[in-house]
């Protein structure tokens, strides 16, 4: 009787795993192509004729780049100043590396990273980047101050070392007010989480060249994200064309209820020069700084500011919601950008302002 059982059990399990088998195509190898291309490659970090800083004069470094290949790599070799420093022959993605190589020792001067990716047929492509190393000394960050941008060849707050978030290609320019300075481009922008750098007192300062093409675009958004054209909420500065010779700048902001214009606090001229520009929120009163000078007051607020669901900041457009009435990109450059949860007050703002012209 036992073995019957026993003997029925295996039929069972022999009758299950051949009916599951009908069902399924054969598994047959498949042809993987022929070799044709030669890898692609960038590096993303550092780059080209930019600067790297460092606190220490002998510093570790995360040089960025992306390999790929359309059938499979078999090495990247990284190369600083002629010497070999790395070289990687096992890849996760066997087509595509989003690499991140740290280097311990790299020293003040100037310096060539040059990266070479190979695939398994032996076609190649190099790239290389000139950089400088300096030293600079740890940033102290003023009473209240939560950003500061310098935008000296990279995208991070100087105060808790993190990094702007990167939409489109943005660049820098050598002629900044201060070292280098962000130039826009059309479909780019910055964006940066909200949380901890916003309160109902609040402020804003940073250097700005105006570019007028095209004639509309966003300079600052922390925009309530839920629906579009939700301006009781957050913060946005913008500039738009006045005739065919001038630009206006202004500002909207809202306390959670009613929003608040003050548009335009500066008209200018289209010609592109370097102003500092100024935003300071006591819990019932805005005032607006052009070149270390009141611009505009509003000193009758019935509520402060009012962050509700603003997650997010963008800097250089209206992105995501404050794109309307073309408040797009903008292609200006901006530098030396500072982000308080206090009100600044004018003789701060005085200083900063005679500090660096």
């Not at 003040?108 to 040059?114: R, S």
């Not at 076609?123 to 000394?137: C, D, P, R, W, Y």
């Not at 500061?148 to 002629?175: C, Q, R, S």
Request: hydrophobic share 40%.
């Amino acid at each position: 009787m036992k073995l019957f059982k026993y003997l029925f059990f295996v039929a069972l399990i022999t009758a299950f795993a051949v009916s599951c088998d009908k069902g399924l195509d054969p598994i047959n190898p498949g042809d993987p192509g022929t070799e044709e291309f030669a890898p692609e490659l960038s590096i993303n970090y550092p780059l080209d004729g930019k600067i790297v800083r460092s606190a220490d004069s002998v510093a570790t470094v995360a040089f960025k780049f992306l390999a790929s290949d359309d059938f499979e790599l078999k090495s990247v070799v990284l190369l600083l100043d002629g010497t070999e420093i790395g070289n990687i022959t096992s890849f996760t993605d066997y087509r595509r590396l989003d690499g991140s190589f740290t280097f311990n020792g790299l020293r003040d001067g100037e310096h060539t990273l040059a990266i070479t990716a190979t695939d398994k047929s032996d076609k190649s492509v190099s790239q290389s980047v000139n950089f400088l190393k300096i030293t600079t000394a740890v940033y102290v960050p003023l009473e209240g101050e939560v950003l500061y941008f310098p935008f000296d060849g990279d995208y991070k707050d100087a105060i808790a070392e993190k990094e702007l978030t990167v939409v489109g290609t943005p660049d820098f320019v050598n002629e900044g007010k201060v070292n280098l300075a962000y130039i826009g481009d059309s479909a780019s922008y910055l964006t940066y989480p909200t949380e901890g750098i916003v309160s109902t007192q609040w402020s804003v300062a940073f250097w700005y060249k105006l570019n007028a093409t095209p004639v509309r675009g966003g300079i600052i958004s922390i925009s309530r994200g839920d629906v579009a054209e939700n301006r009781p909420w957050g913060f946005r500065m913008f500039r738009e064309n006045d005739g065919a010779t001038k630009q206006k700048i202004g500002v909207n902001f809202g306390n959670g209820t009613t929003e608040t214009w003050m548009n335009p606090f500066i008209t200018i001229d289209t010609t592109s020069v370097w102003m500092h520009i100024a935003v300071a929120f006591t819990e019932t009163s805005a005032t607006i700084y052009v070149n270390g000078e009141v611009a505009m007051e509003n000193a009758a607020l019935t509520a402060p500011l009012d962050w509700t669901e603003c997650t997010s900041m963008t800097i250089g457009s209206g992105a995501p919601n404050f794109i309307y009435w073309d408040h797009l990109s903008d292609r200006s450059q901006y530098d030396e950008m500072h982000f308080f949860t206090r009100t600044l007050t004018v003789e701060e703002i005085q200083a900063f302002y005679a500090v660096k012209k």
